[in-house]
């Protein structure tokens, strides 16, 4: 693996430190949000705090990752003009590791309110997915698909193409679930439906 930037950015933080180390072990530079910084750094990882690249960060930490430096590292293309304007100050991303804050399991919880439902509802998670698979970098969103990555990226990323899009896929329709939840509670049912995933085509 050639040097390399990732995105890493959990609340569930199972696994964090092994797939962190391997990527740093292999030449990659691996920037975080707050907490996940501070887990990787207390393990004795190489991480990089995205408010060093974005400025101080406002609102608590809030809207950290919601800077047009993280997405314009995320949605360059691979063309000089591009390429020079990122220049030295906004690195390439190469990959995100995203899961969202668990907002079914605090609409499920009883005693859940209109504010501590807000509290949960995830924005920049949701966003980072989504800029992801647009500019075509790996978007994970599933700790299962970790393997793939690993061996296309040990592999020679041949077929990487089909991996990325695959990713994509599964990445909005994480993200539709998780807003067709929101807007389910929010609307008081008014607004309802589901995403499903197809097991099998039947001829």
């Known amino acids: 693996m050639n040097k390399r930037n990732a995105l890493f950015t959990l609340f569930n933080k199972n696994g964090l ?42 609102l608590g930490h809030r809207v950290v990752s919601l800077s ?8 360059a293309t691979d063309t000089p003009e591009d ?3 990122l220049g030295d100050r906004i690195p390439w991303i190469d990959l995100v590791w995203v899961d969202m804050y668990p907002l079914t399991a605090e609409i499920a919880k009883a005693g859940s309110t209109l504010e501590s ?3 949960s509802t995830d924005i920049g998670g949701p966003t980072l997915l989504r800029a992801a ?59 309802d439906g589901f995403i499903g995933e197809m097991v099998r085509k039947l001829s």
């Open 83 to 85: 390429l020079t304007e």
């Open 117 to 119: 439902v807000i509290e």
């Open 133 to 191: 698979a647009k500019g075509q970098r790996y978007a994970i969103c599933d700790p299962n698909d970790w393997e793939a990555v690993l061996d296309c990226l040990r592999g020679g990323e041949a077929n990487r193409k089909e991996l990325v899009e695959r990713l994509a896929g599964k990445a909005e329709a994480v993200v539709a679930a998780y807003a067709l939840a929101s807007a389910r509670y929010r609307s008081g049912g008014v607004y």
């Open 68 to 75: 047009r430096e993280i997405y314009a590292g995320l949605l």
């Open 17 to 58: 430190e092994e797939r962190a180390r391997e990527l740093v072990n292999n030449g990659w530079t691996i920037f975080s949000t707050r907490g996940t910084f501070q887990a990787l750094r207390n393990a004795g990882i190489s991480v990089i705090d995205i408010a060093e690249m974005v400025g101080h960060p406002i």
